[in-house]
């Protein structure tokens, strides 16, 4: 009876000789599907982390770009303080400057330096008024830090429509009278203003000097259409025109790839 059983048991295995083909062929399956889930486990762990640091570095970007932001409303501000404050000190002293063109220049008109026309030199009776102008400017710029926001501070001349062929300008006519008008206030404040208050010791956020000189001659006229002798005096003037620090055009192309990385 041993012997039979055992044959007979035998004799099943023959029946199905694939059986353990099979159960080898699943088991490495099982295998091959572990070994992909944790292959697939550690990818996606990794764009986790990929996706995580890029989400932190927009994040560093976009508090860069406030930073620049709130800079360039930080520069525009303590330029309409120093322009508000010098009119109101000013006019304080009986001085009647104006704040012109969005609060970016101080002009001073012809009655306050009294130039004639053809005439670039500033009269002895005004140079009391100039110098206040000058030293009220030296003041407000000085304070907190205000020319490491400014990038320029203009001294502009400018003159009225008619022609001028003075012996010095020849040819240049207004072009050459606006800016000798501009030069003239500049040397007068840098001969009237002390050793230690001068504007040509102010240097803007780079190191370089703050104050510069320009003529405009008649392109830039307050009044377009000159008649009377009022008008042509109103187009006879100086613009303190105050320029502040804005960012490069490489620093607009960040901004501009910043935004494009985040759609």
């Not at 009986?94 to 970016?104: A, W, Y």
């Not at 009278?177 to 208050?197: K, N, V």
């Amino acid at each position: 009876m041993a012997l039979l059983r055992s044959s007979k048991h035998v004799s099943v295995d023959e029946e199905n000789p694939y059986w353990m083909s099979f159960s080898d062929i699943m088991s490495g399956l099982l295998v091959i599907f572990i070994l992909a889930s944790v292959i697939l486990i550690l990818q996606l762990m990794e764009l986790r982390e990929q996706a995580e640091q890029e989400r932190e570095r927009l994040q560093d970007q976009v508090v860069e770009v406030e930073e620049e932001i709130k800079l360039l409303r930080k520069a525009e501000e303590v330029r309409k303080n120093i322009l508000t404050e010098a009119a109101e000190i000013l006019q304080k002293r009986g001085i009647q400057v104006e704040v012109s063109e969005n609060s970016t220049v101080l002009r001073i008109p012809n009655q306050l330096l009294g130039f004639d026309t053809g005439a670039d030199q500033i009269g002895q009776q005004y140079q009391d008024t100039a110098h206040e102008i000058g030293e009220v400017l030296r003041q407000l710029i000085s304070q907190e830090n205000r020319s490491d926001y400014l990038d320029t501070v203009f001294v502009e001349g400018h003159t009225d429509s008619r022609p001028f062929n003075g012996r010095l300008c020849g040819e240049k006519g207004n072009w050459c009278l606006s800016t000798f008008r501009a030069i003239s206030l500049w040397q007068f404040w840098e001969r009237a203003l002390p050793t230690g208050a001068k504007l040509s010791s102010l240097t803007n956020g780079e190191g370089k000097p703050l104050f510069s000189v320009s003529g405009y001659a008649e392109t830039r006229p307050v009044v377009e259409n000159q008649r009377t002798e009022d008008d042509y005096s109103k187009n006879r003037r100086i613009d303190i025109r105050f320029t502040i620090r804005r960012p490069s055009s490489e620093d607009y192309e960040k901004v501009r790839d910043k935004v494009e990385l985040t759609r």
